[in-house]
């Protein structure tokens, strides 16, 4: 039976976006959240998305292959009164972090049970937010796959 990983990748994911000092250095590891963040939450965030999870099962191997989009939500940015970076270009920014941070990483895991996942840009979208009108939408899209 093949092992639909999503939870452990979901882990997986999350732990390296936190844990990388470019993405963090916009966006704050308390702001990058699972799939639903919180119902009051500050700008910038970043978000988990939807995972969609296809098993891999051959002679000796056990695994799945997950679509996933991460995505950076951001405002413009203004200092003392001053535009310094404009929403778009702001959330262009969080999606490159995201993809830097992410693509061709390599973690193994452990639970449920041991695995490899492999994860790979398969590249991104940047759109004016549809819920909020001053804000823009990067959509990082990730292939992971996870062998066991």
Same mark, same amino acid.
């Given at each position: 039976? $093949?092992?639909? !990983?999503?939870?452990? /990748? %979901?882990?997986?994911?999350? *732990?390296?976006?936190?844990?990388? =000092? #470019? ?15 919180? $119902?009051?939450? !500050?700008?910038?965030? /970043? %978000?988990?998305?939807?995972? *969609?999870?296809?098993?891999?099962? =051959? #002679? ?89």
């Amino acid at each position: 039976m $093949a092992k639909l !990983a999503t939870v452990p /990748v %979901r882990k997986a994911i999350l *732990t390296l976006l936190k844990a990388d =000092a #470019t993405l963090t250095a916009i966006v704050p590891a308390s702001r990058i959240y699972p799939q639903s963040p919180p $119902a009051s939450h !500050a700008w910038p965030f /970043v %978000r988990y998305g939807a995972p *969609t999870a296809i098993p891999i099962v =051959a #002679t000796r191997i056990d695994g799945s292959e997950l679509s996933v989009a991460v995505h950076g939500f951001a405002k413009d940015r203004i200092v003392d009164g001053v535009l310094v970076e404009t929403a778009e270009d702001h959330a262009d920014r969080i999606g490159a972090a995201i993809a830097a941070a992410l693509d061709r990483k390599m973690v193994t895991i452990t639970t449920p049970y041991p695995a490899r996942i492999r994860i790979r840009s398969t590249g991104c979208q940047l759109i004016a937010d549809g819920g909020e009108a001053d804000a823009y939408h990067a959509v990082q899209n990730f292939r992971v796959r996870v062998i066991g």
